[in-house]
């Protein structure tokens, strides 16, 4: 099953480190070009004091100057800073202090600040360089930015891990309910769910109500199945009374013959009756308790249930032709077949008022084709719902016909293909697993 959930899980945390560490980033640069600002206005100050101090005693101190630092000093008595500065060209380009109002100041283009400290006696200018500052600044951020790479990676891999871990049972829980068939055992019992210790409550928790939801379905398909079992078995003894008795009287020479066309009624109810609790019956059986099964000739059992309903073709005046392409055999219970067919024949008897009902035998299918009024894509998406019929009042029958053949091929590996038309007709195909001899 995919792991869905912890990706989704990942990804949302890994979303959150990222604008987190975009954040830190962000906020530790504001912090430190603040404190850059604050640090170098500090600097400046403290020469500039240190500076003052210093020429309180000696009057020749000379003013800082250093790599990072350049300072002058202008008298009062001096005429500018042009004079201090002269021609050197490596302070030339420095002579925009002159300009610069008293207290501190920058410029872009420069990458400094200076200090324009006026005191009785002079003028002391400062000039700081903050490049080394502004690289040492640079490779901080880089630092933090791999820092919180890492910190991303490593909370993704992390939450990843973890919620892998705790969605897992989860997913296995999802499993095993998924492969549980209500009807795929004996007692229709689902596999015990079984979770890790460290799974959590919740998993725990999942796993007994999925596996008690389990027992209910399972004792809710038992009790439908011994119902229909026992219906079934309580049915069949008063029908075969009936059948018994109307072929008595029907046998009878003192009935007459206005009586014979209601007789011929009862026995044929009776026999539809007979072929739906022969499939109840089998489709109330546990799963791998089958009829018995033998090698068998599929002709044999077309013929016997074509031969059943033939007195119902006639009265009709349908014809009900047999073709027989192949004869293929079959290791399976015939009795299941015959449940089958006898249905799809009554079906093509209820709805086919005229022209024929062909049944094509061929090596690995059995085709009913019939001439009658055909059924809608609409009719086609529910003719196997149980009890659904297109025409509740125009045709005999309860509408389950369809609905048990489809269940009887399912169970015995037999799928049914339905192909209809309105007006024209329908043509069901049973495909079959012929026996290979």
Known sequence: MPQGLPNRIRDAFTFQAVIAGIILIVCVMASALLGREVLTRQWLQAEADAYWLARGTDVAYPPPFSVNMQGYFVSDTDAALDAVVGGDRAIASLVWFKDAPPG??????????LLVDRRPGGTLYLAASLSAFDRMLALIAGVLALMSLATI????????????????????????????????????LPEPIETRADSGREAYALSSALHGLGERIAAFVRREREFTRDAS????????????????????????????????RIRRATQDM??????????????GVV?????????DVVEEEVDKVRALFEAKQ??????????????????VLGVMLGHLLRNAWAFTEKGQVDV????????????????????????????FRADPFGQPGKGIGLSIVRRLGTRFGW?????????EGTTVTLALQPRED
């Open 233 to 264: 078995h309580e049915l069949r003894t008063p029908l075969t009374v009936i059948r018994v008795a109307s072929d008595m009287i029907a046998a009878d020479p003192s009935t007459p013959p206005h009586q014979q066309r209601p007789l011929q």
């Open 104 to 113: 501190f100041s920058s410029r872009r283009d420069t990458e400094g600040m």
């Open 318 to 335: 349908v014809a009900l032709q047999v073709e027989i392409r192949a004869r293929p055999r079959l290791d399976a219970p015939p009795r």
């Open 153 to 188: 990676f490593a909370v993704s891999w992390m939450t990843y891990r973890t919620s892998k871990r705790m969605v897992l049972p989860i997913h296995r829980l999802a499993d095993q309910v998924g492969r549980w068939d209500p009807a795929g055992d004996e007692e229709g």
């Open 291 to 299: 009829p018995q099964s033998e090698v068998f000739e599929v002709v």
């Open 360 to 387: 094509v035998v061929d090596s690995d299918r059995i085709i009913v084709r019939d001439t009658g009024i055909g059924m809608s894509d609409e009719v086609l998406r529910r003719v196997y719902d149980p009890f």
């Open 274 to 287: 007979e072929s739906i609790i022969d499939a109840l019956l089998v489709l109330a059986r546990e799963r």
């Open 415 to 423: 799928p049914v293909a339905l192909e209809s038309t309105p007006g």
